[in-house]
């Protein structure tokens, strides 16, 4: 099978290489009380759901707006990690509006890594140029088939 994309210069993210992880800031926005932030994330295979720290998680506000908290543990290295899921309303990524991303806050304030997880990759085709230090996003449309379109370019996750 083969699979050629095109990929377009506006639909890519600048990384920077960084103790050995490749990390890129992206937008998020908590559209229920209108905060958003940049959050440099370490782009993260291993990891199946996307880890926002505690700091973030205060700056975009998501205790106070209303969005629904669950408590939860994931595992990391061997441990579980106490922490809590809930829905980030937006990420903006090469281009792509991607919504309600299911994130983990752990509760330990230590743990400082924001990783992007693999249920938002897996959502895009992508191609790294490490002499640019760009990656290149397209939307994987196997996946897309299975989520309703807003408008242009933004497409949900079901729930």
Request: hydrophobic share 35%; net charge neutral.
């Given at each position: 099978?083969?699979i050629?994309?095109?990929?377009?210069?506006?639909?890519?993210?600048?990384?920077?290489?960084?103790?050995?992880?490749?990390?890129?800031?992206?937008?998020?926005?908590?559209?229920?009380n209108?905060?958003?932030?940049?959050?440099?994330?370490?782009l993260?295979?291993?990891?199946n759901?996307?880890?926002?720290?505690?700091?973030?998680?205060?700056?975009?506000?998501?205790?106070?707006?209303?969005?629904?908290?669950?408590?939860?543990?994931?595992?990391?290295?061997?441990?579980?990690?106490?922490?809590?899921?809930?829905?980030?309303?937006?990420?903006?990524?090469?281009?792509?509006?991607?919504?309600?991303?299911?994130?983990?806050?752990?509760?330990?304030?230590r743990?400082?890594?924001?990783?992007?997880?693999i249920?938002?990759?897996?959502?895009?085709?992508?191609?790294?140029?490490?002499?640019?230090?760009?990656?290149?996003?397209?939307?994987?449309?196997?996946?897309?088939?299975?989520?309703?379109?807003?408008?242009?370019?933004?497409?949900?996750?079901?729930?």
């Amino acid at each position: 099978m083969k699979i050629a994309k095109n990929f377009l210069q506006g639909n890519s993210e600048k990384f920077t290489y960084k103790n050995g992880h490749w990390n890129i800031e992206l937008k998020a926005m908590n559209s229920l009380n209108s905060e958003e932030t940049e959050i440099d994330f370490v782009l993260d295979t291993g990891a199946n759901i996307t880890i926002i720290n505690p700091s973030y998680f205060e700056t975009l506000k998501i205790a106070e707006s209303g969005i629904e908290i669950t408590p939860s543990k994931t595992k990391s290295y061997g441990s579980d990690v106490p922490g809590k899921v809930w829905i980030l309303p937006f990420l903006f990524i090469g281009g792509f509006t991607v919504k309600d991303v299911y994130c983990f806050t752990p509760n330990d304030p230590r743990r400082t890594h924001n990783l992007l997880g693999i249920k938002v990759l897996a959502k895009f085709y992508t191609m790294i140029d490490p002499v640019k230090s760009r990656i290149y996003f397209e939307k994987h449309d196997g996946i897309l088939a299975d989520y309703k379109m807003l408008s242009g370019e933004v497409f949900v996750t079901p729930k």
